[in-house]
Nanobody, 123 residues
């Protein structure tokens, strides 16, 4: 079952940019609290790249160092990740994530993931 759909990955050279996009192929009626991007390189744990809360607050992994920008699209479930000045260390599969809570009892959380989009940075 496809939960979220990512796009925009590819092969670029060091110093170049990519813009990733993600959306849910259906309407989410529950309350979204956070949307974000994670990445996982071969042999490494999945790590947080960027997160944007429902109030607009953003949080970035330490390695971002001002190079990436997370933003929402016009649709409630659309999220973007603008990545500038990419380095080979940014090569990984990037995953989109949407988290939230149900709006009716019994209240519970939900956690949606995409299948990932490959980003490769190489000269």
């Amino acid at each position: 079952q496809v939960q979220l759909v990512e796009s925009g990955g590819g092969l670029v050279q060091p110093g170049e940019s990519l813009r990733l996009a993600c959306t849910a192929p259906y309407t989410i009626t529950e309350k979204i609290t956070n949307m974000g991007w994670y990445r996982q390189a071969p042999g490494k744990l999945r790590e947080l790249v960027a997160d944007i809360a429902s109030n607009g607050d953003t949080f970035y992994g330490a390695f971002v160092k001002g190079r990436f920008t997370v933003s929402r699209g016009s649709a409630e479930t659309m999220i973007y990740l603008q990545m500038d000045n990419l380095t080979p260390e940014d090569s990984a599969v990037y995953f989109c994530n949407i988290r939230g809570v149900t709006t009716l009892p019994p209240y519970s959380t939900f956690d949606l993931w995409g299948q990932g989009t490959q980003v490769a940075v190489s000269s």
